[in-house]
């Protein structure tokens, strides 16, 4: 799943299912990432120097990758994508629905272009 940083997402699963938003950050190795406005929690804060009154803050939690789905700027929802190579020999995602590109993953290589 080629997902960065600032993509908007739409999440498929859970509470927050059809919700589209854009991604804050992204743990590769554990597979999640965080998503503006999803999987909202209350973590319930106790009374501190740094935070006198206490109470509740509000904090999102981290998504499983696998539940969510690039949202495509042409169709406005979450879809399938796909990577494919352009004639310049960049590697980019692409809807599988409509098939618009949706942004470089790679920059042409050097090698394949001196070849
Ligand atoms: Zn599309």
């Given at each position: ?11 498929i699963a859970g509470n927050d299912r059809g919700k589209q938003g854009r991604v ?42 696998s539940n969510v789905l690039l949202v495509c700027g042409r169709c406005g929802v ?38």
């Amino acid at each position: 799943m080629h997902i960065k940083t600032d993509d908007t997402v739409q999440v498929i699963a859970g509470n927050d299912r059809g919700k589209q938003g854009r991604v804050l950050s992204i743990d590769r190795s554990a597979g999640k990432l965080v998503v503006e406005g999803c999987n909202r929690v209350y973590k319930h804060v106790r009374r501190s120097q740094k935070n006198p009154q206490g109470g509740r803050l509000s904090k999102e939690m981290p998504l499983q990758i696998s539940n969510v789905l690039l949202v495509c700027g042409r169709c406005g929802v979450g879809v399938r994508t796909g990577a494919r190579l352009t004639s310049d020999g960049i590697k980019e995602r692409f809807c599988r629905k409509c098939s618009s590109g949706l942004g470089q993953i790679a920059p042409a290589k050097e090698k394949q272009a001196a070849k």
